[in-house]
């Protein structure tokens, strides 16, 4: 069984939302789609799924114990600060690309703090699957939130298969230009094999900001990325 190539799911929050009342603690369900479409893939064999688990938990060793038990589960938690959450979830991610993916760019805002702070969690779940990723693995990460990891992995680990999916629409490049951080936000996911949008238009739009903005060849839907398509 550890032999066997194995799919490591990675979205922003786990399948289930932990709860701490004191020093104990209840696992929920998570909210929403992606935890039951993708309930299926993470059942199977050796499968696991990395995520945030729902709740910032200070007492280190109540951290230690809850790491330990979701593990047993084949569910790898990431700790996330109070900060972290504020800048990367609340900033970034909703305050700054959320909009803007809707075509409300009046409504994005731009802050230093939350690009660093960005970066840094990216990087924080790009480690958490280098940790457990072997050669010949799938790595299947979700959404606007994780875009920097497909890249930073493959800086690190050349030899696993990398698929992203946009859950939220990507916009046109008119529109995805006025990010000051768009060259490396592409540059990220260009780091997947294998990039999915939910239609045609949001497949052109990033496309043509792939073409527009790091000047990649382009064949239909393929690009040809240094050596890889």
Do not use: C
């Not at 569910?75 to 305050?95: A, C, K």
């Amino acid at each position: 069984m550890e032999n066997t190539p194995k799919t490591i799911i990675v979205s922003n929050r786990l399948p289930i939302r932990l709860e701490i009342r004191n020093k104990d603690w209840v696992y929920k369900p998570s909210e929403g789609g992606l935890a039951t479409g993708l309930s299926s893939v993470y059942n199977e064999k050796n499968n696991i799924w990395i995520g945030w688990p729902g709740a910032i938990i200070t007492d280190a060793y109540v951290r230690e114990l809850i790491e330990t038990d979701l593990k047993e589960k084949r569910l790898y938690p990431i700790m996330l600060s109070q900060q972290e959450i504020e800048r990367f979830y609340d900033g970034f991610s909703n305050d700054t690309l959320w909009p803007l993916f809707h075509y409300f760019p009046s409504y994005a805002h731009y802050a230093r703090s939350y690009w660093n702070t960005y970066n840094e969690v990216n990087q924080k779940y790009a480690d958490a699957v280098l940790r457990v990723a072997a050669a010949g693995d799938t790595v299947w990460i979700h959404d606007y939130h994780l875009m920097l990891v497909p890249q930073m992995i493959r800086n690190q680990a050349p030899d696993v298969n990398i698929g992203f999916f946009q859950h939220i629409p990507f916009p046109s490049y008119e529109v995805f230009r006025l990010i000051p951080w768009r060259e490396s936000l592409l540059k990220g996911l260009l780091g997947a094999d294998l990039i999915g949008f939910h239609t045609f238009d949001d497949v052109r739009h990033f496309m043509s900001a792939t073409q527009h903005l790091v000047a990649l060849q382009a064949n239909a839907n393929e690009l040809l990325v240094d050596d890889r398509v």
